[in-house]
C-alpha cells in the first residue's frame, strides 16, 4: 500500500508509548479479501535502525462483555473497536476501499492500564518500518517505509516516517497463530 504514516511515541514509561498508523492508497488495485468478523485479524508493525522492535497484535473476531461485536463491517471495510484495551493495545482500526479506488488503513495504539501493552519503542535512530494487517483466513496488506520515505527521529523519544515511495511487501513478518502472507 501506498502513501501514509507511522508514528511511535514513547513518553519515558511503557504505559505512555502510542503508535499510530495511517495510509491512504489512491487509485488503488488491492481489493479487501477476507472478513475479520468472522475470524480475526493480526497487525504486525516492525521498526528498524540502532535498535529494532517488533510486535504483533491480535484483533480476535470475539465479542466484549457486553455482546458488543469487537469488529463489526461498514460500508466498504471493517472497523475494530477495543477502547477497554480488552485484547490489547490496539483500540482502533479501519481498513477500507472506497467505490472511487482509494484503499484506507487506519490503526491507534495505546494501553495506560498494561505497562508491557506496548514493547515498540522508537529505535533511536530509526531508518525504516514495516506494517501489515493480516486478516485470518484472508489476504495481508503491508505498508514499508525505507529510506526512501522521510524519517524523523527525536532520540528515545519519537520515530516517524512518512511517504513510502514504493510498494513493497514486509518480509517475513508475520506472528505465530497468524495466517500466512500471499
Known sequence: ??????????????????VIVSAKELESDDTIVGDPTVAGAWLTIALDGATPTEQSFPLPSTTTGTRRPFWRAIRDGFVYR?????????????????????????????????????????????????????????????IRFGPESRILNRGAALFVARRPLAQDPCGDITPSGAPTRR
Open 82 to 142: 477495543d477502547t477497554a484495551n480488552v485484547n490489547g493495545a490496539v483500540r482502533e482500526l479501519r481498513l477500507k476501499l472506497t467505490r472511487a479506488g482509494t484503499f484506507f488503513l487506519k490503526a491507534s495504539a495505546m494501553d495506560p492500564s498494561d505497562p508491557s501493552g506496548i514493547v515498540l519503542r522508537p529505535p533511536d535512530p530509526g531508518t525504516d518500518a514495516c506494517v501489515q494487517l493480516a486478516i485470518s483466513g484472508g489476504d495481508s496488506y503491508s
Open 1 to 18: 500500500m501506498l502513501g501514509g504514516e507511522i508514528l511511535v511515541r514513547d513518553g519515558g514509561t511503557p504505559a505512555s508509548r502510542r
